[in-house]
Each structure stands twice: as C-alpha cells, then as structure tokens.
C-alpha cells in the first residue's frame, strides 16, 4: 500500500532511512563491522585473491560502489561485470575467486546465469539480495541481505542504498577478517551508522529544492550527470533514473573522461549535474571536479552541484548547488543520490507520467 503518497517510488524514496538503518541492525558490534551470516567464512575471505562482482542495471551502479569500497577496506582487487558479459566470455576464474552476485529481486535471470556460470567454473559465490529465499541466494554459497523491504516501483531506489550499504558492510567486515583495515576504521564504522540521519537531512532539506529545479527543466530533452570516485557510478544511476521514468535522454560520465570526448556535447543551456566529493578526503579529487565543472560552465552549461555542506569553491561556477551533510568518502553515494532520485521523479511528474510503472520495463527482468 502507498500509504498516502502519490506513488511507491515517492514511498520508497522516503523509507531510505530505514532500509540503510535495516540492512545495518545486528551486524556492528562495538566499533567492528561482524556480519552474522559470514561467520565461518574467515578461511574463504582470506584465501581469496580477486573478486568479481556481477549484477545488472541500478545493481550494477552499487557494484561499482562496492569495488572501491572493498578494494580499500579488504585490499584484494576488485572486478565488476555486467552479469549478461560476464557469461559469455571466458574468464579466468577459480576456487580463489570471490563472485559476488546483487540483486533485489534475487530473479534476474541475466544475474542468476552468470551466478551458475561462476560455480560451474569452480568459484565461491556470495549474494546480496533483497528477496528472502529467492532464486540467485539459494544458487550462492552465501547470503548477505539487504533489509530494504519490499520495492514495489520498477526504477530502484531504497533496494539500491540498501545495496550499497550492505557492500559497504562486507568491505568492513573483510576488511576486518583480513587484517588489512586502518586505524581509521572505528571511524568509516561511526559514519555508516550515522548515514540514515543523514538521508532523513537530505530528504528534508532539499526535497522540495530539487522538485523545484525538475518543474522548470520539464521541457529538457537531455541531461548529463558527471561524477568522480564513487560520484561516478552515482552519475550512472542518476542518469538511468530518468531515462527510465521520464523518458529524457541521460548520460553519466565520470567527470574525468570529459576531455575525452563528452565535452563536445556541451553547449549553452545543457544542463549538467555534478556530484562533487569531498574536499575533507581529497583535496586533488576534489580541485580536478571544480576544473571539471569551470570547463563545461565556460561553454554555457547549466550546472546543478550536488556538495556537502560549507565546500565553498563550487559557489562561483554553479547554477544550483544541492547540499548533503558530511560524511566518510565512501558514504557519499548513498547521501548524494538522494537529490537525484527526487530529480526524476519529480520530472516525471512534472511530465504527468506513472512513476511507478514506465512504459517497455518490468520490475523483475527474469528472461535473457
Ligand atoms: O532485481 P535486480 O536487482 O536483479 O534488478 C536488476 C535491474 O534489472 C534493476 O536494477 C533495473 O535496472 C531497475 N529498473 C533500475 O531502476
């Protein structure tokens, strides 16, 4: 049931919070990250020398959230493949190999495929799925659920923040497992658990800002999204948001390939959003997004800055800047693709079109 909102996504966008704050219950104890469900997999953890991570669509984007998070944390290199590429190639795979699998609906057949592919090849697999008892778990040698609750619209949105906390949450914990987390671990931990307030902050704070900003660009035929770091796959998934409900054509790109080509798209008025990381964690990241956004304002770009809050050098270039709390480098994504959840949502509405139920898509996409 909606429960008096205008549509499950309007829902499910609000029930962030929880979904982040579900998917982190029971598995901190004191300062560590312990996921329960894991116990017994030390050996597998430490035995493993690569880990390859498939899923598709809004998934895949956690995925590429999850490499950087689990390359930093557990120090072990990380892949991500698209499930429906993965399979149909020949990759060098083995009982070291870690294939971790992400699906809300558990069902997607692309995924699943790639999932009997990677055991058949000799892999250990992990899942990170929503759907208790689904088919892609039980086809894993090992579960990790996100506790996101039901999704209901077909563009994902609490499913994906619950994704990514849970890969945040296994980063942590094998990080742990193989002794190769930093003193600064206590302190990721602090901000995973504080991350649900800040999504309510967000929410509060800049819900009606950013439906503002879709009412006057409803008549937009395209929008890019840049992004750095764990901005990138944000840029992806906010670009997929609104091909998906409003039917606007969308690209992500990670800021740094501008120069290489996407610039050549820039011309007075396009609007542009910009995922801008932290000054706090890396002033390099974040002086080359602030480049990054002076090139396409020069050539006439409208630019939306999604920063945290008191990061003053985006002000001068910017059209708008939508402001996320602070938080550890990691955690970024989780607050920052709040806004643009909102953003094509609200565009969609702006263009009276379903939001729940887009035109050509299905929820769960369980034929190849
Ligand atoms: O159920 P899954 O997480 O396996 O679904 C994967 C994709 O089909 C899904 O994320 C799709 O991209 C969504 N419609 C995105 O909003």
Redesign the pocket.
């Known amino acids: 049931e909606k429960g008096g909102w205008p549509s499950f996504m309007a829902k499910e966008v609000a029930e962030q919070p929880d979904a982040v704050a579900n998917t982190i219950r029971g598995r901190v104890q004191g300062d560590q990250v312990v996921i329960p469900e894991l116990d017994g997999l030390d050996e597998l953890f430490i035995g493993i020398d690569r880990v390859i991570i498939t ?6 984007y956690a995925a590429l959230v999850g490499k950087y998070a689990i390359e930093q944390w557990a120090r072990v290199p990380v892949d991500v493949e698209l499930a429906h590429e993965f399979r149909y190639r020949d990759p060098v795979i083995g009982d070291k190999t870690l294939v971790i699998s ?7 057949m ?2 699943l495929m790639a999932v009997k592919y990677a055991r058949e090849r000799g892999a250990r697999t992990l899942s990170v ?3 208790q008892g689904a088919t ?1 778990p039980r086809e894993s040698d090992a579960v990790v659920y996100t506790h996101a609750g039901p999704e209901v ?5 609490k ?2 923040s619950a ?1 990514i906390t849970a890969l945040l949450l296994l980063g942590l914990h094998m990080g742990r497992v193989r002794g190769s987390l930093s003193d600064s671990a206590a302190s990721d931990v602090a901000e995973l658990q504080a991350l649900p307030e800040k999504i309510a902050q967000v929410l509060a704070e800049e819900q009606e800002h950013v439906a503002q900003l879709a009412g006057w660009m409803a008549d937009t035929r395209s929008v890019l999204f840049l992004g750095r770091h764990v901005g990138y796959p944000i840029a992806l998934e906010g670009a ?2 609104l091909k ?1 409900i409003s039917y606007i054509h969308a690209e992500g790109f990670a800021a740094g390939e501008l120069k290489h080509g996407p610039i050549a798209l820039i011309e007075p008025g396009q609007p542009v959003f910009v995922i801008v990381p932290s000054p706090r964690h890396s002033a390099l990241v974040h002086s080359k997004v602030v480049s990054n956004i002076q090139e396409i304002r020069a050539r006439g770009a409208r630019v939306i800055v999604i920063a945290e809050e008191g990061d003053a050098a985006v002000l001068p270039f910017a059209d708008e800047v939508i402001r996320i709390p602070l938080t550890g480098a990691m955690f970024e994504p989780v607050l920052a693709v709040v806004p643009l959840q909102i953003f094509a949502m609200a565009l969609a509405t702006a263009k009276g079109l379903d939001v729940d139920q ?1 035109r050509n ?1 299905a ?3 369980t034929v190849e």
């Open positions: 899923a598709c669509g809004t998934a895949s992400i699906s809300q609906s558990g069902e997607t692309d995924t799925c929503n759907t892609i619209a077909v563009a994902s949105t499913a994906f994704q997929l948001k998906e887009p898509l929820k769960s996409v």
